[in-house]
């Protein structure tokens, strides 16, 4: 009898049914980023109600950073349409209302699921820490015919600085032949402040003391 008890509970445990058996990562149902300050965003995932994995096996990443999830809510009590929310918040990110950001997601637990969105950013508040309106936090207007975005005038300062070069901050200028004034942090830590023509060319590049 105990034999037979033993090979009932070793069937269980290999369908997966027995209790304590962990289980697969779930689906990750959606990905939104919010932008929740100056320089602040928030990277908030979804997964099917009774996902029950530690918020520490959640992560987000936007570019070379990285940052764990915590859990907002658990569903136990919830009603059976409610997802699990998860929140994972960045500092000192730089990124406009409605531009895009690439997030990757992993989900853990015995294997994991491993989600790639591209997702505009949103407004979840418009107020920083002072209590004022920052620019940055609302939709850019329209720019005028030859003018390169925030985004291409970026991509123009970390390529002149370098290999290994973040983002720092990126404002409009309105200096004659100058359109974008970007701060950089070097790969040695050193930061250059990077001037941007209208058409997105390099006016001057130097250290910034």
Partial sequence: MKKNALIITAALAAAGLGAGVAQAAPDVTSVTVNRTGHHKLQVVVQAPHGTSIDAPRISATIGSR?????????????????????????????????TSVVVTVDACDTTCTTVTRTVAVTKATGRGKSGRNHPEDNPAAALPAGFVTSDQAVAAALANVGPGSTLILVKREDDPGVAYEVKVRRADGVRVEVKIAANGTVVSSHVDR
């Avoid at 940052?67 to 699990?84: E, F």
Wanted: glycine share 6%.
């Fill in 66 to 98: 990285t940052r764990g999830a915590r859990a907002l809510n658990w569903t136990s009590t919830a009603p059976s349409t409610d997802p699990v929310t998860y929140v994972a918040n960045f500092k000192h990110l730089r990124r406009a209302v409605g």
